[in-house]
């Protein structure tokens, strides 16, 4: 019985964030965030040559302020990737990210790790373009 209890507590506890998300941050997400977020995957993907899965933290799901960052960085990768991926040094560079975590934090900024880059943002920071560019072409 004890065990039950706990299932199905942690089914509760597991349900989306998005679900739990008021409707003003659900739209935001599904009308702005979702389509900038796929259309940076495919500028990446396009101009760099190589895939990015683009990871979003549950907590932010509750914010439209975070959410907003998420669009703003997004919206700078698909217009920055394609001016930056121009030669093969650079194209090899950026490759190097196969997967960028976007969590809140108390500063906007950009670390990479063994092929995993994280972007901190807060409600009014977001790292930049040239700011991952800066990390990942060394």
Known sequence: M???????????????ALAIAGKEERDLYTKDVAPAV?????A????????LAVKIDDS???SRYQLNQVKNLSDSISEEAPKYC????????????STLAIVPAKAGAFTFKGGHGT??????????FPMITAVLDK
């Open 60 to 62: 932010i799901m509750n």
């Open 44 to 51: 990446w993907k396009s101009s760099c040559g190589c895939p």
């Open 38 to 42: 796929s259309a940076a995957q495919s």
């Open 2 to 16: 004890k065990m039950i209890k706990r299932l199905s507590l942690l089914a509760i506890m597991s349900v989306s």
């Open 119 to 128: 972007a901190t943002i807060t409600n009014d920071e977001v790292p930049s």
């Open 86 to 97: 121009t030669d093969a040094a650079s194209k090899k560079a950026m490759c190097q990210m």
